[in-house]
């Protein structure tokens, strides 16, 4: 555990402008030392790599979305090509020209990685980078600074297989450290006092050697794989009827999945087979409705998936791996 940490606001920055000189306002604007981790808000980023662009915000969410997660209203929240999911898309139309919208930066990791180069072949410092932007998060009212693109430090800390305070070992634990410097920043800096850049100093031990850069923070981004929540849960039930892939190939399925479906109906059975469920039953509707529930399962788990009626009162859900 760390013992001791401070945060210093970098104070007195003009307002950046495309081209401007990043490394060259943060190093004569603060007494940088080696170990020492800058956290830059990604807007000064963007505007000094002229990330600006005409038109509208709506226009301009459009052109950065790679999907849709949820939408409510005007509302939309995205994921970009980054791979982070956003409100609008991380875009900004504060502080900016009307009829203009800063976009993030192209490759925040990239940018991360140019300024520490910079910094270390400029004023001989050894630095880590932490580029933030701010999001909200789901189940969590307000919002916080979280990083989007870093270079120099370690972006996830793993602790597993150590052991806590009773000698237990830890199974899971990861604290992303640079989400953490992200959001310790964020208390020195602030939208409205013009501060976009702080330095925090006493995270020495996190700081890579002069030419190691880490993963970056788009190792932070969970993957399609593994994201229990990867639409909103309108956007999910809609995808679940509407939106479903064939199979393509053969997949595995506990059938555990659909334990439950015929509770309290009577008159359905199901087959099992290695990668179809048939619906037998008294009632076509009933065998209808019993097949359609059961495809919404496989598709909320990932299942590619399709349904057929066959003969007499019977359907066939069959499932596997999505197509591409």
């Known amino acids: 555990m760390r013992k001791h940490l401070e945060i210093f606001p970098v104070t007195g920055l003009p307002e950046v402008t ?3 000189d990043l490394a060259a306002l943060i190093a004569d604007g603060a007494d940088l030392r080696d170990g020492d981790v800058v956290s830059v808000t990604s807007k000064i980023v963007s505007k000094a790599e002229g990330r600006l662009t005409h038109g509208t915000r709506h226009e301009a969410v459009d052109a950065e979305l790679v999907r849709v997660v949820a939408q409510r209203g005007e509302t939309r929240i995205v994921q970009t090509r980054h791979g982070l999911v956003m409100a609008a898309a991380g875009t900004d139309t504060s502080n900016t020209a009307p009829g203009t919208v800063l976009l993030l930066p192209v490759d925040p990791d990239a940018s991360a990685r140019a300024l520490r180069a910079e910094l270390k072949e400029r004023y001989d410092v050894n630095v880590g980078i932490v580029v933030t932007d701010t999001l909200g998060r789901p189940w969590r009212n307000g919002q916080t600074d979280l990083a989007i693109g870093a270079a120099g430090v370690p972006v ?3 602790l597993r297989g150590t052991t806590d305070s009773h000698g237990n070992v830890l199974a899971v634990t990861e604290p992303a450290l640079a989400d953490e410097v992200a959001s310790a920043s964020e208390l020195v800096k602030g939208k409205a006092d013009g501060v976009p850049v702080a330095v925090l100093r006493g995270l ?4 890579l ?7 970056g923070a ?3 981004v969970r993957d399609a794989e593994h994201d229990m929540f990867s639409l909103g849960t309108r956007e999910a039930a809609r995808a679940a009827v509407l939106e479903r892939q064939a199979p393509a190939a053969p997949r595995a399925v506990d059938p555990a999945l659909w334990s439950g479906l015929l509770t309290e109906v009577d008159g359905v059975r199901l ?3 290695d990668n179809a ?9 009933t065998v209808g409705v019993i097949a359609e ?4 399962l496989l598709h909320a788990e990932g299942y590619g998936v399709t349904v057929r009626p066959g003969p007499g009162n019977e359907a066939t859900v069959t499932f596997g791996s999505r197509s591409k």
Do not use: N
């Not at 050697?209 to 993963?215: D, L, M």
């Not at 529930?293 to 919404?296: E, K, N, P, T």
């Open 156 to 158: 996830v800390e793993d």
């Open 293 to 296: 529930r059961l495809a919404v």
């Open 277 to 285: 469920v048939t619906v037998f039953g008294d009632e076509p509707v």
């Open 218 to 220: 788009r190792a932070l």
């Open 209 to 215: 050697p002069v030419g190691e850069h880490g993963p």
């Open 18 to 20: 495309a081209g401007d």
């Open 271 to 273: 087959q099992a087979d």
């Open 204 to 207: 020495d031990d996190a700081v």
